[in-house]
């Protein structure tokens, strides 16, 4: 067990990949890590103590691969499989600190560059958009068209749709509200399939969910939406009303310009209605949103692709309803509860048509939910037989093959899910969960120019669809092609202007490559288009390397405006004013930081990082007893962290003990710690002229 789980601390994936590390370390030595002779000594040793030195034939890099998956704290350890994946194919790459894909500038010395969540999406590719389950069956047309109004559409180019979370009048509803969610993730996969012709890029309300995004404005300024389709449903006995808003941005508002009742003056209505149809009969309604949708964007809809829309994959209306009713299940937290409903909806779907291929791939994936619950491998065999017979009624679609793409995933099968996803996109080519799929399955393969290369096709299928650029850029800062990386995001903001998301993108890539003036251009102009307190803080850091410290103060301000109760930004703040001489504010600062970081440490009394902090913190107090103490107990709980290492020599060069703090420094760089973070430190400018010093530092220059 992970030291969290032994103090009662959440769980997640990186507990996992402490368990791994145990394993792979007994693979190196043939012993256990924190071997002990009782339980209670053993659960000590791995809550206080270091694992057991590796013996000296063990390859560097591996020691190292070991070392970073046992970190106490989460933090310190290997974010995702797919970087434990990447070093060990890269060992020659391997130094004892942070993986590359998490940029930290040590400037100010207790401040970490933090990289946004949109950013952490580009970098691992997972925008939710890309893995929501969608259905891919829209069926016949079987009430009355909608009563509709339109202003003329005009001008009216398709560019990004975003289908936001559906409402329903009455909340207690729950049935309703579940059958919307269904039905506006198959409305907008059935949209999606239409880019495969159209300059049309679609946001499914899931990933609207996600991003806590639930207006036009929101979508338009957080993931470059040009449009969204906005619903609203309400149950009369037997009759479900869809009411539908099809709008975009207006950037010129004018008086001419009347909106009805409950929307923003900023938006331009292009469509509105409401389509009706009985609760048994869910057919027409999807049909005619999406012709709805289709006319008011102005896409010309072939024969093929009016036959599109109109297909299905049941003749059964109330099959189909059960069907969106388990989709909307599945969209909701997997949680048994969710994915016994889910089961039974799709079970209810089969009974009333047992033909019905999407419904069964809706089961087999909701048995893959199921088996990530209870690890029972009678789960695993029900998904087998629902995804493999899903591909045998032959009317499925991508998503029989997408449920035997995950199945093969969850069994450790990646060369059989790239078979699969790579059958799905043959038959929907825009399929954006297969594409994802395939990705991550030569990533898993150690086939990184193949995973490029489906970026790329995804790019091509949309070229003119900002978040291509994005996800690529994302792949390439993942693996330390940062030159790549910066092309691909500045691409990205060329095709959406707007998107605060890749300018922050942009400017991790730059600081990557030192390019420190640039990543500030393209911080500011993130800021400029939506502020957010990370964003400041990682103006603030880049400013303090450029040794701007009263502009990168400012900045610190802003983001504690933000988010006041986060002791590394008031440490930040602190180190700005110091170094820019404002040193009695520094010291209100550090006060402040040191409590917050106290009652942190209460919940985390063994988070290494959070004990390095605050010795740092006293340190530039002039505490120097307490410094000292707090430092020895994070070394001992992690005596590899090249970061924590050079937290050491800060603290020991501010409290004037050159000594240790040239022996620290000496370890940090054989650790692997940045040469030219090191030569940029403000702290340090007093060792510049110490022959030690100077010595070490041309040391590294002769290092491969």
């Not at 790459?93 to 500038?105: D, G, I, T």
């Not at 059958?423 to 399955?441: F, M, T, V, W, Y």
């Not at 060329?494 to 990557?512: G, I, M």
């Not at 605050?614 to 005596?639: C, E, F, K, V, W």
């Amino acid at each position: 067990m992970a030291p969290e789980i032994l103090n009662g601390e959440p769980a997640d994936r990186r507990s996992d990949i402490f368990a791994l590390g145990v394993v792979f370390y007994e693979m190196l030595s043939g012993h256990h890590p924190f071997a002990a002779p009782t339980p209670t000594a053993m659960i000590g040793q791995v809550l206080h103590q270091p694992p057991r030195p590796l013996d000296p034939s063990v390859p560097a890099p591996y020691a190292t691969i070991a070392n970073r998956a046992l970190a106490k704290s989460p933090a310190d350890r290997y974010q995702t499989a797919h970087e434990i994946v990447y070093d060990l194919n890269h060992t020659d790459q391997v130094r004892p600190q942070p993986a590359a894909a998490s940029p930290a500038l040590a400037e100010p010395a207790r401040g970490k560059w933090r990289i946004n969540s949109g950013l952490m999406w580009a970098i691992f590719g997972i925008a939710s958009a890309i893995i929501i389950p969608w259905s891919n069956h829209f069926l016949n047309q079987r009430s009355a068209p909608p009563a509709t109004t339109a202003s003329a559409p005009a001008a009216v180019i398709a560019g990004t749709l975003a289908v936001l979370p559906p409402k329903v009048a009455d909340a207690a509803d729950t049935k309703l509200a579940t059958f919307g969610r269904g039905l506006a993730e198959s409305l907008a996969q059935r949209l999606s399939d239409l880019s495969v012709n159209h300059d049309v890029a679609v946001l499914s309300a899931r990933q609207l969910e996600d991003k806590k995004v639930t207006t036009l404005a929101d979508a338009a300024r957080e993931l470059g939406a040009t449009s969204a389709l906005a619903l609203t449903l309400t149950r009369d006995g037997d009759l479900v009303h869809a009411s539908y808003t099809i709008s975009q941005p207006d950037k010129s508002p004018s008086p001419s310009n009347v909106q009805p009742a409950g929307h923003a003056a900023a938006e331009r209505v292009l469509a509105s209605g409401t389509v009706t149809a009985p609760v048994s009969d869910m057919f027409s309604i999807e049909n005619q949103l999406a012709t709805a949708t289709a006319t008011a964007l102005n896409i010309p809809l072939r024969t093929e692709e009016q036959r599109a829309l109109a297909a299905h994959g049941t003749t059964f209306p109330e099959a189909y309803q059960y069907f969106l009713q388990g989709r909307g299940y599945l969209l909701e937290a997997f949680t048994p509860e969710t994915v016994n409903s889910a089961q039974t909806m799709f079970k209810e779907a089969l009974r009333i048509d047992p033909n019905y291929g999407a419904a069964k791939a809706g089961l087999g994936e909701s048995w893959l939910y199921a088996y990530d619950n209870t690890h029972q491998p009678v789960d695993i065999e029900q998904a087998r037989k629902a995804c493999s017979e899903a591909v045998m009624l032959g009317n499925a679609g991508a998503d029989g093959h997408i449920c035997l793409g995950r199945l093969a995933e969850q069994t450790g099968k990646a060369t059989e899910a790239v078979t699969e996803y790579q059958k799905a996109l043959q038959l929907e080519p825009a399929n954006d969960r297969a594409s994802i799929g395939l990705a991550k399955s030569y990533e898993k393969l150690n086939q990184p120019e193949k995973a490029e290369a489906v970026y790329k096709q995804a790019i091509a299928l949309r070229p003119n669809y900002w978040r291509g650029y994005d996800q690529l850029g994302g792949f390439y800062f993942r693996t330390a092609n940062y030159a790549k990386a910066e092309q691909m995001f500045r691409t990205a903001t060329e095709k959406d202007p707007q998107s605060f998301r890749s300018y922050s993108n942009l400017a991790a890539a730059l600081v990557s490559e030192e390019k420190d003036v640039q990543a500030v251009a393209a911080l500011k102009k993130s800021l400029g288009l939506h502020p957010i307190a990370e964003a400041y803080v990682n103006l603030g850091i880049t400013l303090f390397r450029l040794r701007r410290f009263d502009e990168a103060a400012e900045q610190f301000r802003k983001s504690i405006q933000l988010a006041p109760d986060v002791y590394d930004k008031w440490s930040s703040l602190g180190d700005a004013e110091y170094y820019g001489g404002h040193r009695s504010l520094a010291m209100s600062d550090y006060k402040k930081a040191i409590d917050l970081a106290t009652a942190q440490l209460k919940t985390s009394p063994n988070d290494a990082n959070i004990l390095g902090d605050l010795a740092g913190l006293y340190s530039m107090t002039g505490n120097a007893p307490q410094a000292i103490d707090l430092m020895n107990r994070a070394l001992a709980i992690n005596h590899t962290d090249s970061g924590l290492m050079f937290e050491a020599v800060l603290l020991y060069n501010q409290l004037q003990q050159t000594g240790p703090a040239l022996e620290w420094l000496a370890k940090a760089l054989a650790a692997g710690y940045s040469p030219s973070v090191v030569a940029k430190a403000p702290a340090l400018d007093n060792l510049h002229s110490n022959p030690r010093y100077q010595q070490l530092m041309q040391s590294t220059q002769h290092q491969p």
